[in-house]
């Protein structure tokens, strides 16, 4: 049985992963997102690309079976499963001017962008660095005129995505800090990692 | 009359605006895609962001009226004309692993990332700066089960897309060298800039 990390409510974590390891994030309590970004350890320089991902993989909804792709055009995670089925991979980490500009709340807020920063640092990552993250168990409905739409996810408590790393990776996980994108309340996320077996 | 600019085909420029100048970016001769990226001309460390863009807006499809932004969530460009209406801020420049890759083609083949690279070090943008593209006149189509598919640009000869730079910008843009974007041939962009009324 390997470990059960958590993150509170409106928090994030950073670890790094081996290739061939396996990462489980959880959502124990449903319906709570979790942004993820990640990083060639060999070379921070290289990170995911939600551009590339959806170009090779030919799909908006990144699920079971696909990878996840680096800036260099480089698999960096499979997507082994997938209980919940749907993701995000359109939109930005809130950050601040997040709940500024589309909230307008003018007072401070947490962010995923902030808790991605904050655990990513040790690691020599600059905020400029941080990428579209891939949005787990987010549910950004689109229509056929191109209109987005943030809606409640469709997690139950339990649901789980697991995702073999396909290179040595720095990951920065968070447990959402948006209200539209949770249902309205915070859940903490959970993970776990699974050596490679070699 | 401003000058207008031709970008070979298979090729790609890159040049400074200042805030308020308008950049027209012109398909003189139908079905053409120019991919486009921008940095803050003061701090390049702050570029266009598909994420952002699409989050902000709202939309998949950003056309007229539509705000291009950064990571650091400014506004960078505002759409003020687009008598074509479709553009694509989904996929990646292609580059040489798009041919090896998605086309099989394993020899040299000319691509947006290598033209925007080659075009943009001598601003100090190095490869792994370079970030999703804001495609403009490219024709991906989306459908509800998420499936993409790139099709022929609706683009006709003379159509065109005008921007007006939100900040100081250094500008990188394409005639796309990817087949299946220009509906199986290449042809040369055109552009002019007419500079802010101050």
Redesign the interface.
């Known amino acids: 049985m390997n470990k059960i990390h958590k993150i509170e409510i409106q928090s994030g974590a950073a670890f790094k992963l081996k290739k061939g390891d396996i990462l489980k994030v959880i959502d124990p309590e449903g319906e709570q997102v979790s942004d993820m970004v990640l990083f060639n350890a060999k070379d921070l ?2 990170k995911i ?4 991902t ?3 993989e ?4 990144i699920s079971k079976g696909n990878f996840l792709w680096s ?3 480089q698999k960096m995670m499979k997507i082994l499963e997938d209980t919940n089925g749907r993701n995000d991979f ?4 809130c ?1 601040p ?2 709940f500024q ?2 909230y307008d709340n003018q007072n401070y807020h947490p962010s995923c962008f902030e808790n991605l920063i904050r655990n990513l640092s040790p690691f020599g990552i ?1 905020p ?1 660095d ?4 891939f949005n787990i168990f987010m549910n950004v409905q ?1 229509f056929e ?5 943030v809606e409640a996810p469709t997690s139950k408590a339990g649901d789980y995505v697991s995702f073999q790393a396909q290179m040595d990776l720095v990951v920065g996980l968070t447990a959402c800090s948006a209200e539209d994108s949770n249902n309205g309340s915070f859940k903490p996320i959970h993970y776990s990692i699974s050596p490679s077996e070699k």
Chains 1, 2 share one sequence.
């Open positions: 320089r290289e690309s939600s551009g590339k959806l170009d090779f030919e799909n908006l909804l800036n260099r055009s359109l939109l930005a980490p950050s001017e997040t500009i589309m600059q400029d941080i990428p579209t993250a689109f005129n191109g209109k987005l739409s």
